[in-house]
C-alpha cells in the first residue's frame, strides 16, 4: 500500500536543498537499506557516497509533473527505477540543463511522494506503483539529442 506523501504538491518546486534534506530524513530511517546507488545488497554496511538532495529535489520535479501512482507495483521494465532515473536525467538535458541523477536519489524522491518502491532479493533496482505514459516514455528513450 503506498505511503500518503511527504511533499505537498505546492511546496516541491520552490524547496531548498536544506529543506528536502530535512523531509527526506524519516524516509531514509524508514529505509536504511537505501544508498545513492539505490538498494544495498550484501550483507557488509554500506561504505558508499550519500544521497544528493538536489537530484532528489530534480526527481521529485519530474515525478510531480509526469508521475502517477497505481495500486500494484508496474512490473513492466519502463517501470524500473534505473530507467526511469535515466528518463529523469534525459527530460534535464532536453532542457538544457543536465543533471545527473542516481538510482538511490531517484527512489528516495519517490518514497518522498508515496510511491511504493519496494527491495526484491539482490537487486540495487526496484519495480514502482506508476503509470508509465508517452510522456515519461519519450524521456525513457536513449535516442533523445545531447544538449551540451
Not at 79 to 94: C, F, G
Amino acid at each position: 500500500m503506498s505511503a500518503a506523501p511527504l511533499l505537498p504538491e505546492s511546496i516541491a518546486p520552490k524547496m531548498t536543498v536544506a529543506e528536502m534534506r530535512r523531509r527526506a530524513a524519516p524516509v531514509l530511517r524508514a529505509h536504511p537499506r537505501l544508498t545513492a546507488d539505490g538498494w544495498h545488497v550484501g550483507r557488509a554496511p554500506y561504505a558508499g557516497r550519500g544521497i544528493d538532495m538536489e537530484q532528489v529535489l530534480t526527481a521529485v520535479l519530474f515525478l510531480r509533473k509526469f508521475g502517477r501512482r497505481t495500486r500494484n507495483i508496474n512490473d513492466k521494465y519502463e517501470a524500473n527505477s534505473y530507467i526511469l532515473k535515466h528518463a529523469v536525467e534525459n527530460w534535464t538535458r532536453a532542457s538544457g540543463d543536465f543533471v545527473y541523477v542516481a538510482n538511490g536519489a531517484f527512489i528516495l524522491a519517490a518514497l518522498m511522494l508515496g510511491y511504493d518502491a519496494p527491495q526484491r532479493g539482490d537487486d540495487r533496482n526496484c519495480q514502482l506503483n506508476i503509470v508509465v505514459d508517452s510522456a515519461i516514455r519519450h524521456y525513457a528513450v536513449s535516442d533523445l539529442p545531447l544538449v551540451q
